[in-house]
T-cell receptor, first 109, second 116 residues
Framework: GENVEQHPSTLSVQEGDSAVIKCTYSDSASNYFPWYKQELGKGPQLIIDIRSNVGEKKDQRIAVTLNKTAKHFSLHITETQPEDSAVYFCAASNNDMRFGAGTRLTVKP | DAGVIQSPRHEVTEMGQEVTLRCKPISGHDYLFWYRQTMMRGLELLIYFNNNVPIDDSGMPEDRFSAKMPNASFSTLKIQPSEPRDSAVYFC??????????????FGPGTRLTVL
């Protein structure tokens, strides 16, 4: 089955700086890679996703890149704001969905 | 739409008791998923349904766990008897369709279960 590894487990940045979270996956058949943001006491919410036929996708301050050959994908958040502080999960799916262990991002004002 | 609705939001029970968690998916969504989240194991898929039919329950930890979806707007996850190691946050999610897991999943707020 799929195995997803996520790094780092915690990340602290200054407001305005960029944050990068990286994930690797094991199943080369995986073709859908969503990123979720989870705030305290809430369920995960999709913030961006990418499919295997695309190498990069951007939505305002958030971007995701996918390297199918290396089987890794990354989340980039630019101009971070305190409200970006949360736990972020990557996931990879084909016939099932596997989540990374999560990254706790703290943005210091 | 109100999003995925889960009840109760918090449940505290004693070991050996039966626990029933409830979920109302987003109207029109064909897929429903039950997840468990713990610090040790992260987010784990327990079971999922397509058009009210259980498709894969390989993630259900033991026979003590069971899930049903009697209609398109309601699902339950039951634990009987409950044990302290079942303490976790249980999430329900739904998606519109697509093939398997390639469509956006919308998560509910979760039920925090504590088994004493």
């Amino acid at each position: 089955g799929e195995n997803v590894e996520q790094h780092p487990s915690t990340l602290s940045v200054q407001e305005g700086d960029s944050a990068v979270i990286k994930c690797t996956y094991s199943d080369s058949a995986s073709n859908y890679f969503p990123w979720y943001k989870q705030e305290l006491g809430k369920g995960p919410q999709l913030i961006i996703d990418i499919r295997s036929n695309v190498g990069e996708k951007k939505d305002q301050r958030i971007a995701v890149t996918l390297n199918k050959t290396a089987k890794h994908f990354s989340l980039h958040i630019t101009e971070t704001q305190p409200e970006d502080s949360a736990v972020y999960f990557c996931a990879a799916s084909n016939n099932d969905m596997r989540f990374g262990a999560g990254t706790r991002l703290t943005v210091k004002p | 739409d109100a999003g995925v609705i889960q009840s109760p939001r918090h449940e505290v029970t004693e070991m050996g008791q039966e626990v029933t968690l409830r979920c109302k998916p987003i109207s029109g969504h064909d897929y429903l998923f039950w997840y468990r989240q713990t610090m040790m194991r992260g987010l784990e898929l327990l079971i999922y349904f397509n058009n009210n039919v259980p498709i894969d329950d390989s993630g259900m930890p033991e026979d003590r766990f069971s899930a049903k979806m009697p209609n398109a707007s309601f699902s339950t996850l039951k634990i009987q008897p409950s044990e302290p190691r079942d303490s976790a946050v249980y999430f329900c999610a739904s998606s519109l369709g697509g093939i398997g897991f390639t469509d956006t999943q919308y998560f509910g707020p979760g039920t925090r279960l504590t088994v004493l």
